[in-house]
């Protein structure tokens, strides 16, 4: 099936900057409240949001068999339900809408007035009802410094992970957009040099850049995806920083693995890029450094390559750039996570999220958390404000960014930014 959408040398008629991320090539979708106050799903081309609703009651997705309310609801969910055909079907469409050479809506001033949008007059909402969430651990680099800080350098990566693509089940509730801020957690930590707990705000308050990929009904309870059919139920990306609070993690991680130091808030980018946009931008993942089981082992190029950043904004002062990674690090693929994700028969269905983990390179300015770029804060970093930061302080800003590039065309994720605020006050009862 051809991406008629991924055309690069088609343009729009609407107006794109040369850096935005959002070309008529990209086509991502998202979830926003309108002028009208009303919430409707809608993508993006260039700094103009468009209302899929309006444009679905207007007759221009005709002949695509989709129901009359599909994106006039308040998540993505039955839309990727509705399966990667259908997605790309109105992908497809929307190119042909907002082609230069289209003039049906652009000259329709009253219909033009319903569907578009300027961003200062919408508010992006979470794009889908998250029903399960997963963080895998698929970084070897990143996986490798946590083991050599936490447990032994000699033995940094533990045998089972070249085996296995390493997850644990997150929590869903606490996943929000980019914008929402979160606030410090509180919790038990165990002080250097102390044999017994204290209860505090964490001290260590991190960020993980990470992305993460949505996923359509997949399987049944019981059924496995195989390797090599996992990316079709894979609908499309987004930024995600996972935050963590290390030195909570620290005490609570074993033998179970992480979990309130990971549950108080997970940050996403508000516009889902599909698998289909990211096309042209895949690459091979990095090679195998043990021989993988059967229903692990993938041909072709399974992963992609992803422009990541992070900056720290402090309060009053501008970004600083503390990290610039890849996703083509990942040593495991998505692909790889979905199978072994379902591979003892765990259904996936959709609007389930899934996290790459910390996606770190072999360089320290390509590590993708404070815990790694300052090595346990012993080698701070400095801020445009001449300020240090070890890990993340009241009042910052973190930033992550994203996208491709290649031949001139550039698609990106825009941006997830979370300030983080000082610990929540429970309002005293009088
Ligand atoms: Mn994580």
New binding site residues.
Partial sequence: MSLSANNPDRISWLHVDKNSDFPIQNIPFGVFLTRDDIVTIGTRIGDTAIDLGALHQLGYFEGIPLTDDIFLQDTLNDFIADGRKTWRLVRDRIAEIFDSENESLKNDKKNKERVLFRLDEIEMQLPVQVGDYT???SSIEHATNVGTMFRDPDNALLPNWLHIPVGYH?RSSSIIPSGIPVHRPQGQTLPAGATEPVFGPSKLVDF?L?MAFITTDANDLGESIPVEEAEQYIFGLVL?N?W?ARDIQKWEYVPLG?FLA?SFA?SISPWIVTLDALEPYRTESPKPLKKQLPYLQQKGKKSFDINLEVAIQPKKAKETVVSRSNFKYMYWSMSQQLAHHTVNGCPINSGDMM????ISGTAKDSYGSMLEITWRGEQPVTMSDGTERKFINDYDTVIMRGHCEKNGTRIGFGKVETQLLPVFETKKKR
Avoid: A, N
Avoid at 355 to 358: H, I, L, P
């Fill in positions: 963080d895998f651990y997150g993980e990470e995600f996972d963590s992480p990971k997970s996290g790459s983990g910390t």
